[in-house]
């Protein structure tokens, strides 16, 4: 699970779904001349608004953010969960307008036909997040600023160029590293042992290559490390459709080719795949 890849519209939906389960406890009815002594009950008094509109929107939610915390989408019987939450949040806003409407659930239209009782804070409240809620949903995959990361990739203390330090491993370019000694020594360039008598010359470490990197490609090219904005696929290099990882937000990794308008990026555990969209990157 990878927190940093939600987006800015999942973080709206959190809110929602914490502003519905808030708006539960509060009155369901809204009745003219009782007294203030007298106890109405909550959303949760009714079980037509607890199915239909709080559990059905916070579940929804829960599947919108747990799908998109996951590198792989989330199936059941090959029907995808986070479609599913959308369809959650939808329906919880639908059921939430009828109860407004009619909170007395046709009880007001027996007998003499009398008005029943408004919709009380709780279902009016619970109306607008479940609103938010659906509009949230189904407007993040459309809406470029709902796309942008909710916490944003960490800054690098300063460019370096690749090889001139060994790196500090995925999420750390730059940082310092220990020497042979054991002395921890600064992310800047080494200075070599000045020729004295009777002291050998200090041979300074080569900078490791990550595990599975190619050799580096021929031409302009440099090895850089690299920051995507949101979550991104990465594809298998021989072309197949399928995604081989995703990448995710705030992590670093290592960009070893580049194919006309596509980069080879590497991953955590070495595998090589072919990032297709390169928009917005953060090179390290």
């Given amino acids: 699970m990878n927190i940093r890849s939600l987006t800015r ?3 709206v939906v959190i809110g929602a779904a914490v502003l519905l389960f808030i708006a539960s406890f509060f009155d369901l009815y809204s009745i003219d001349g009782i007294p203030d002594s007298y106890d109405l009950p909550s959303l949760w008094g009714s079980g ?3 199915l239909g509109v709080v559990l059905a929107g ?3 939610a829960a599947l919108i953010v747990l799908t998109r915390t996951r590198p792989q989408p989330l199936k059941v019987v090959g029907l995808d969960l986070g479609q599913f939450g959308v369809a959650f949040a939808v329906f919880a806003a639908w059921s939430a307008l009828g109860n407004v409407f009619d909170p007395a659930g046709g009880a007001d239209n027996a007998g003499n036909g009398s008005s029943g009782p408004d919709a009380g804070t709780g279902l009016i409240l619970a ?7 659906a509009a949230a949903a189904v407007a993040t ?3 470029p600023a709902l796309q942008a990361p909710l916490i944003a990739a960490p800054q690098p203390a300063a460019p370096q160029p690749y090889g001139a330090q060994p790196p500090a491993g995925y999420g750390y ?4 590293q220990a020497s042979f000694g054991g002395q921890p020594q600064p992310g800047g360039p080494q200075q070599p042992y000045a020729g004295q008598p009777g002291q050998p010359q200090a041979q300074q470490p080569q900078a490791p290559q990550p595990q ?3 050799p580096q490609p021929a031409g302009d090219f440099s090895p850089f490390w690299f920051a995507v904005p949101v979550a991104r696929p990465l594809f298998a290099e021989d072309g197949s459709p399928t995604p081989i990882a995703e990448l995710a937000p705030g992590t670093w990794y290592l960009a070893v080719e580049q194919r006309g308008p596509n980069l080879i990026a590497q991953t955590q555990d070495g595998r090589r795949g072919v990032l297709q969209d390169t928009s917005g990157i953060q090179r390290g």
Avoid: E
């Avoid at 109306?127 to 809620?133: E, G, K, P, S």
């Avoid at 370019?173 to 310092?176: E, F, H, Q, R």
């Fill in 9 to 11: 519209g999942d973080g």
């Fill in 48 to 50: 037509p608004v607890v």
């Fill in 127 to 133: 109306f607008i997040a479940t609103l938010i809620l």
């Fill in 212 to 214: 599975g990197q190619a």
């Fill in 173 to 176: 370019p730059g940082a310092p």
């Fill in 58 to 60: 916070i579940i929804g």
């Fill in 141 to 143: 995959p459309l809406v």
